[in-house]
C-alpha cells in the first residue's frame, strides 16, 4: 500500500556542532536506490524523525549540487529536536520529503544576489548559497548579510570564515548589541540595520531572506528603503507541519498551504496573504 | 431499480448477512443505554457505532452526537510501526485492509461530507488510509423526517433528502418500510448482492413528509464567502467581538463531519511502537505553535477565524467542496453556545 508518511531511512555520517545546541547532521539514505535516485531543489524541505521522538519539519540546508548525502541544521528545544541531539554518528533515523516549491534560481541568472539571514534562518539560505556558488559564472555580485544574538549563536562559523576569504563574495557580519566578544571583528547591530548600512543596490537583484519573523517584517521594510520591490525579494515561510503533504490542517497560512504551495514566495506574494503569521 | 423497499423488521436480516460475510454494520444506536432526559427527546444520546442485531438501532433520532467520519478516518490510527534493537532500528509502513463497513441511518449531511473528506486527503497526494477505508464503506442514508433547532442544512444549500455522498438513500414510508434508491453503483451493486432482503412492490409507496427545514432568512453563503475572500476582512474587530466567548474546547471540530486536521505522533517503548496519526484541532493553542515560541495564531478569536475561514472560504475555494453541511453538531456540543449561524448572519448583514 503506498504510505505518504513512510519515511526512508537514514544513517547520520557526521555531525557538526555550530553554535550552542545547534547541530547540522549529514544524512545517507540506506536504501541504495534512494541514494541514487534521491534530488531536491534548493529551499525544499523534510519531515526529520527520531523513532519514539516524533516528526519535526525542516529545510534541506545542504545544496543540491552535493549529491549522495543531505544537511539538516536543528536547534535542540523540544521532543524531536531533543531525540534528534540525542542520536550519534552512525545512528538511524527517518525523512520523508522533498515537498514544497523551491528559489527559482534559474531565473536568477546574470542577477547580483543579496542574502540575508538571521540567526538560525540561516540553514535554508545557506543551501542556496551554495548552490548558486557552485554555478558562480551564472550570477553577478553575490552579497551575504548575517546575523546572530551573539558571537556563539553564529550557525556555520566554517563557512562564514571561507566565505570572507572568498574574493568575489561580499559578506557582512553582525551580532545583536551586547552579543560581541572582545576580538569580535564584525558590525555590532540588528540584521536590518545592518542590511541598510551595506546599502546593496537593487539594481539587477535579487534578495533572499530568512530568519525569525519580527527580523523578516523589517528586513522587508530595510529592502524596500534600499529600492528593492517586492517581487525583488523571496522568502521561506516556515510555519509548523505534520504532516508536508497539505492535509493535516495547521500551516496554512490563509486559504494557502505552505507546505504544498510554499514554502518559498516573493514578499509580493507573503504581502497579498492573509495577515495570519 | 425505484420500487424497491426495505421493510424495517428485515435489517436483522441485513445485518446477519453482512456480519457473517465479515462486515461491519454502523447505525444509530444508544451503547450506553442511558435514558434520555425528557420524554421524546432521544436525539443527544445516539451514535453511530457498530451493532450485531436490529434490536441495537435507534430508529428515532434527529442526529448522532458524532458524525461517521471516524469509520473513514479513525480518530486514532497507527501508520507505521518501528523497532530499535541490536540489529539497528527499522520502521514498516502499516496496511490498511479494512472491512467493508455498512453505514445505516447515515443521514444526508453527513454524507455530503464524504466528498470533503475525500477531497483533501487526496489532492495531489493521496492519504490510502483514508481511500481504503472509505472505499469500503457503503453508506445507506436514511432522509430526515424530523429536524431541531440546530440543524441547518437548507441554509447551505442541502437539503433533508439531498442524495450527495450517500450510495443508497432510503426514504421511510408511513407502514413500517424504507422506499430505495441506489445512489452510487456501489449502492446499486449492495442491492443487487442483498436482492432477497430488498423487496420489490408494485405500486408506489407512501412516503413520509420530509422534514420541513427553513433556510436562516438572514444568511447568505455566497456572500459570506466573498467577504472572507477579501484579505482586509481579516482584521475585522468583529472577529475578536464574534468569538470573544469561545473557550477553545474543540469540541466543534471533533463533532465536526468535515474537520479532517490530525496530528502524528510516535508512541511506545524503548525498543519498539507506532507513528499515529491523532485528530487534532484548530482551536487548540498547540497546535500552530513553532518550536521559538513564536505562534502565528496565538489568541483564540484568530483559531476561531481560522476554522470559520475553512468552512465558508478554504474548502469551497481550494477543494471545490464543502466546509459545513449544516449538521448543527458545532452548536450542539458547544459549552458556551457561540452559534456558527448566528456569526454567518452577522457576516451576511456587512
Redesign the interface.
Known amino acids: 500500500m503506498d504510505n505518504i508518511y513512510l519515511p526512508y531511512l537514514a544513517t547520520i555520517e557526521d555531525i557538526y556542532e555550530e553554535a550552542p545546541d545547534v547541530r547540522t547532521f549529514k544524512l545517507v539514505f540506506k536504501d541504495e536506490k534512494v541514494r541514487e535516485t534521491f534530488s531536491f531543489k534548493t529551499g525544499q524541505f523534510g519531515l526529520y524523525s527520531v523513532f519514539g521522538a516524533g516528526e519535526s519539519t525542516f529545510c534541506i540546508a545542504s545544496s543540491p549540487t552535493h549529491r549522495g548525502y543531505i544537511q539538516c541544521t536543528f536547534r535542540k528545544s523540544g521532543r524531536v529536536t531533543g531525540g534528534l541531539s540525542d542520536l550519534g554518528i552512525g545512528d538511524t533515523m527517518g525523512f520523508r520529503g522533498p515537498y514544497g516549491n523551491w528559489f527559482p534560481i534559474d531565473e536568477w541568472k546574470g542577477k547580483n544576489l543579496v542574502f540575508i539571514a538571521g540567526g538560525i534562518g540561516l540553514p535554508p539560505v545557506r543551501s542556496v548559497i551554495w548552490n548558486c556558488l557552485d554555478r558562480r559564472k551564472d550570477f553577478g555580485d553575490i552579497t551575504i548579510v548575517y546575523g546572530a544574538k551573539s558571537v556563539a549563536d553564529l550557525v556555520y562559523k566554517n563557512e562564514l570564515s571561507h566565505w570572507s576569504e572568498m574574493s568575489d563574495i561580499k559578506l557582512v557580519q553582525t551580532v545583536d548589541p551586547g552579543g560581541e566578544t572582545p576580538d569580535w571583528k564584525g558590525k555590532i547591530g540588528f540584521v536590518p540595520t545592518v542590511l541598510e548600512q551595506a546599502t546593496p543596490s537593487p539594481k539587477d537583484a535579487i534578495a533572499i531572506t530568512c530568519g525569525p519573523p519580527i527580523m523578516i517584517k523589517f528586513v522587508l521594510q530595510a529592502l524596500n528603503k534600499l529600492g528593492f520591490s517586492d517581487e525583488q525579494v523571496y522568502t521561506t515561510l516556515e510555519n509548523k507541519m505534520k504532516c508536508g503533504v497539505g492535509k493535516c490542517g495547521r500551516c496554512n497560512v490563509g486559504d494557502i498551504y505552505i507546505c504544498k504551495e510554499g514554502p518559498v514566495y516573493t514578499a509580493a506574494e507573503v504581502k497579498r496573504m492573509y495577515n495570519d503569521f | 431499480m425505484a420500487n424497491k423497499l426495505l421493510k424495517k423488521e428485515n435489517i436483522g436480516k441485513l445485518i446477519e448477512a453482512l456480519n457473517n460475510e465479515g462486515s461491519v454494520f454502523v447505525a444509530p444506536t444508544n451503547p450506553t443505554s442511558i435514558p434520555p432526559l425528557k420524554k421524546g427527546d432521544t436525539g443527544g444520546f445516539v451514535v453511530y457505532a457498530p451493532v450485531a442485531k436490529a434490536e441495537e438501532i435507534m430508529f428515532d433520532y434527529i442526529i448522532p452526537r458524532n458524525s461517521f467520519k471516524e469509520f473513514l478516518f479513525p480518530q486514532t490510527e497507527p501508520?507505521?510501526a518501528?523497532t530499535?534493537g541490536k540489529e539497528?532500528?527499522?520502521?514498516?509502513?502499516?496496511?490498511?485492509n479494512p472491512k467493508e463497513t455498512v453505514i445505516f441511518g447515515s443521514r444526508p449531511c453527513d454524507a455530503a461530507s464524504v466528498a470533503s473528506l475525500r477531497a483533501?486527503?487526496n489532492?495531489?497526494?493521496?492519504?490510502?488510509?483514508y481511500n481504503?477505508r472509505e472505499d469500503k464503506a457503503v453508506v445507506m442514508t436514511v432522509a430526515c423526517t424530523k429536524a431541531d433547532d440546530s440543524c441547518f442544512c437548507t441554509t447551505v444549500n442541502l437539503t433533508p433528502d439531498t442524495p450527495n455522498g450517500s450510495d443508497i438513500l432510503l426514504r421511510e414510508t408511513t407502514d413500517g418500510y424504507y422506499a430505495v434508491e441506489a445512489i452510487t453503483d456501489k449502492g446499486k451493486k449492495f442491492i443487487e448482492r442483498f436482492a432477497n432482503i430488498f423487496s420489490s412492490k408494485p405500486q408506489a409507496p407512501s412516503l413520509q413528509p420530509i422534514a420541513d427545514v427553513k433556510p436562516i432568512a438572514g444568511i447568505d453563503v455566497k456572500k459570506i464567502k466573498e467577504w472572507l475572500k477579501d484579505?482586509k476582512h481579516?482584521?475585522n474587530p468583529l472577529w475578536q467581538e464574534l468569538a470573544r466567548k469561545c473557550i477553545g474546547c474543540g469540541a466543534c471540530t471533533f463533532a465536526c463531519p468535515t474537520c479532517?486536521?490530525?496530528?502524528?505522533?510516535?508512541e511506545?517503548?524503548?525498543y519498539e511502537?507506532e507513528?499515529i496519526?491523532n485528530w487534532?484541532a484548530?482551536q487548540f493553542e498547540f497546535?500552530?505553535?513553532?518550536?521559538?515560541g513564536?505562534n502565528?495564531?496565538d489568541t483564540q478569536y484568530?483559531r476561531w477565524r481560522?476554522r470559520f475561514?475553512?468552512k465558508f472560504?478554504?474548502y469551497p475555494?481550494?477543494f471545490s467542496s464543502r466546509g459545513c453541511v449544516g449538521c448543527g453538531r458545532c452548536i450542539r456540543v458547544c459549552p458556551v453556545r457561540l452559534d456558527i449561524t448566528e456569526v454567518m448572519e452577522e457576516i451576511s448583514k456587512l
Open positions: 501508520i507505521a518501528f530499535i539497528g532500528v527499522d520502521m514498516k509502513g502499516v496496511e490498511v483533501v486527503f489532492w495531489d497526494f493521496k492519504d490510502e488510509f481504503r484579505t481579516y482584521e479532517h486536521c490530525f496530528d502524528i505522533v510516535d511506545g517503548s524503548a511502537g507513528r496519526k487534532d484548530c497546535f500552530t505553535l513553532h518550536t521559538s513564536y502565528p495564531r484568530k481560522n475561514m475553512c472560504n478554504f475555494s481550494k
